[in-house]
């Protein structure tokens, strides 16, 4: 057997020391720790669980429907993801919810009209569902919500589910982006919020302008696949110094999805809207993570249809079209 005359022990937040003297007699002492700033944050627990608005152990219908979350409440390992993207989402809804009850005129003042809302693009539709989910069963809003999309299979089942799970006002049709802007349906309707969600190219040009056109009071838009500007920057620039950066492919589709979505803040700037672009998902998670969010300042104002001098400048730099401009007439 040992024995020792001195002990220390050291905690996460003290050190303590067993003192023994020749006649056996023993004595503790105790000293606190001094915890940094920096410490202090590093031992916060990692996997301290965030304030989702849809959260985790508590089941939702068409979560569950969609293959994200177990009927107990879980969220699956390969959908976690998509867990934290559908609750991002909805994080830019309830930022703009203000906005979008706001009244677009003294007639509806005390009036509790169903929200028209209109998502272009809306595929198999986590996000529309959660939008749904979130306005009429957690908000207890009154919400006509619809989903436009080219695959008629993907609708049929949307369609489907949106019945299993009860919900009334949320309907998906088959229809082209462009032709459904054309046709000008519910040009007599007001319209609170426009969503289109990575769809293709200038199909997103289409579903803003249709909100434009339609003085939608809100615009969610993560625009994807931008090709229309790549195809006209390599033939058309002629500023040497441009050369470097539009020689390397990747670096060159790049900027030109940057210059897309920054021309598209620009005509919605100029037709009336405060915009913002911001991250919507974490990179690591998908590169197409820039969301356009406009707010319309003004509903009975008719704003000058014409392009900001920033606009003009850079789209005169790099000799070019984009689709947004054409149908707003802001060329």
């Known amino acids: 057997m040992f024995s020792y005359k001195n002990v220390t022990i050291e905690t996460s937040d ?41 959260k985790e152990g508590k089941p939702v219908a068409f979560l569950i429907e969609l293959g994200v979350m177990t009927k107990e409440g879980k969220i699956h390992n390969q959908k976690y993801d998509k867990f934290k993207q559908i609750n991002r989402f909805l994080e830019f809804v309830d930022d703009i919810l203000p906005e979008i009850l706001k009244p677009i005129s003294s007639k509806e003042q005390g009036q509790t009209r169903a929200l028209e809302i209109t998502d272009f693009g809306c595929g198999k539709s986590y996000l529309t569902f959660a939008l749904y989910h979130y306005l009429v069963v957690i908000k207890g809003l009154k919400a006509n919500i619809k989903g436009l999309d080219l695959k008629k299979d993907v609708i049929n089942h949307c369609n489907n589910l949106a019945t299993k799970c009860g919900y009334e006002s949320l309907h998906f049709t088959t229809g082209d982006i462009a032709e459904y802007r054309d046709s000008k349906k519910d040009s007599e309707e007001a319209l609170d919020l426009v969503i289109t969600l990575h769809a293709c190219d200038t199909a997103t040009d289409f579903a803003l302008a249709y909100a434009v056109e339609h003085k939608a009071k809100a615009i969610l838009s993560v625009p994807c696949c931008q090709h229309e500007i790549n195809s006209q920057l390599k033939k058309q620039v002629t500023d040497s110094s441009l050369n470097a950066l539009l020689k390397h492919g990747i670096v060159k589709e790049r900027f030109s999805a940057l210059v897309t979505d920054v021309l598209r803040v620009e005509a919605l700037e100029s037709m009336g809207y405060k915009t913002q672009l911001l991250e919507f998902i974490d990179v690591e998670n998908t590169p197409k993570n820039l969301l356009i969010r406009g707010i319309l300042k003004d509903f009975s104002t008719s704003f000058p249809q014409a392009l900001s001098e920033d606009g003009k400048a850079l789209k005169t730099a790099l000799n070019i079209n984009q689709t947004l401009l054409n149908l707003l007439k802001l060329q």
Not at 18 to 35: A, C, D, S
Request: aromatic letters at 2%; zero cysteines.
């Open 14 to 54: 003290a050190t303590l020391t067993i003192l023994t003297n020749k006649k056996g007699e023993k004595k503790l002492l105790k000293k606190k720790k001094l915890i940094s700033p920096v410490q202090s944050l590093t031992s916060l627990p990692h996997n301290k669980t965030k304030n989702y608005i849809l």
